[in-house]
């Protein structure tokens, strides 16, 4: 089994910067593609970012240029660089993950909030 969890939301100004974390257990993380999601109030869940096991990575077109992913395999572990946060960041964000080998089968987290405002 995968367990994923999220750690790093919280409150923070418009323009300010977040880093959340997904540490993952389990035997999938070296061959899994991980991403976040979130999701805002009375609003689907979205893509924010992916990241495969060879680093190759995919941002929402409203994220590029502010967020970066990435992952340390030795860790366990995705991260999710936020900056120059707006309000419209708020949400909570879920940590995904499936593997690259197999039938595809999606792992959550349970979600952390972050929220952007003054």
């Known amino acids: 089994q995968v367990q994923l969890v999220e750690s790093g939301g919280g409150l923070v100004q418009p323009g300010g910067s977040l880093r959340l974390s997904c540490a993952a257990s389990g035997n999938i993380f070296s061959i899994a593609t991980m991403g976040w999601y979130r999701q805002a109030p009375g609003k689907q869940r979205e893509l924010v970012a992916t990241?495969?096991?060879?680093?190759?990575?995919n941002y929402a077109d409203s994220v590029k240029g502010r967020f970066t992913v990435s992952r340390d395999n030795a860790k366990n572990t995705m991260y999710l660089q936020m900056n120059s946060l707006k309000p419209e960041d708020t949400a909570v964000y879920y940590c995904?993950?499936?593997?690259?080998?197999?039938?595809?089968?999606?792992?959550w987290g349970q979600g952390t909030q972050v929220t952007v405002s003054s």
């Open positions: 995904m993950s499936y593997s690259e080998y197999g039938p595809r089968y999606d792992y």
């Open positions: 990241i495969t096991s060879g680093g190759s990575t």
